[in-house]
């Protein structure tokens, strides 16, 4: 068990450039989630996939964002033209398919917007 | 929608006192999740409570739900420094009940004195 791994660790973008983030749950995870942290809060629960079906986006913060499981491995989370509130850090975490299993958080991609 | 509320928001406690965080959610859960997440860290499992009036302990960490389903409590006997961090409550929202949406609580964040 690796655990789940996120890249970059922490990226520092100018206002209005996009921007890609990386997710790799824990090998035999069938589910995976995106969140967003902000300081003082609770993760903000984002997206969430059962392999590569995308299954939950009602709470990606706008248009602005996307995310994809093309093969039902790794996950990509995007952020097109970039805004000073976008600053956060943004959590991945997988979970086993059967349900009510705890999910499993990575270390994170702390975003800065300049 | 759904919301999980927290108290306190900080405590700081001298080394081993003992330390209790409470969390209530506007709805009935079919479980709570407990997770702690230490400075610079990323958001750790600790344990879920399933059934009404569930009393769990590990070690030191005593975890309750309430009879409604709508509460529950942490409860640290004799804190230790490695104690310190946020702890958040967290309760599914997904259909079902089943885990895929959590709605976390902002946490309680705590700093032991030595």
């Known amino acids: 068990d690796t655990g789940v791994s996120q890249d970059p660790r922490h990226k520092i973008t100018k206002r209005g450039q996009n921007v890609t983030f990386r997710c790799d749950p824990i090998s035999e995870h069938n589910r995976l989630y995106w969140y967003r942290q902000t300081l003082g809060q609770g993760p903000e629960f984002l997206t969430y996939?059962?392999?590569?079906?995308?299954?939950?986006k009602s709470r990606l913060l706008s248009d602005r964002f996307s995310a994809e499981r093309p093969k039902g491995s790794f996950s990509t989370l995007e952020i097109q033209r970039t805004e000073q509130g976008d600053s956060a850090m943004y959590l991945c975490a997988s979970s086993p398919l059967y349900s009510n299993q705890p999910q499993h958080f990575g270390d994170g991609t702390r975003l800065s917007i300049l | 929608g759904q919301q999980v509320m927290q108290i306190p928001q900080y405590q700081h406690v001298q080394e081993g006192e003992d330390f209790t965080t409470y969390c209530n959610s506007s709805?009935?859960?079919?479980?709570i999740q407990w997770y702690k997440q230490r400075p610079g860290g990323h958001p750790v499992f600790l344990i879920q409570?399933?059934?009404?009036?569930e009393v769990k302990k590990q070690k030191r960490l005593t975890f309750q739900f309430g009879e409604a389903k709508k509460n529950s409590s942490l409860h640290i006997t004799a804190t230790q420094t490695t104690d310190v961090g946020t702890y958040f409550c967290?309760?599914?929202?997904?259909?079902?009940?089943?885990?895929?949406?959590?709605?976390f609580g902002k946490g309680t964040l705590l700093t032991v004195n030595p």
């Open positions: 996939f059962q392999n590569e079906a995308q299954l939950e």
């Open positions: 709805t009935t859960l079919s479980n």
């Open positions: 409570l399933v059934k009404s009036g």
């Open positions: 967290a309760g599914p929202g997904g259909s079902g009940g089943s885990n895929y949406k959590l709605t």
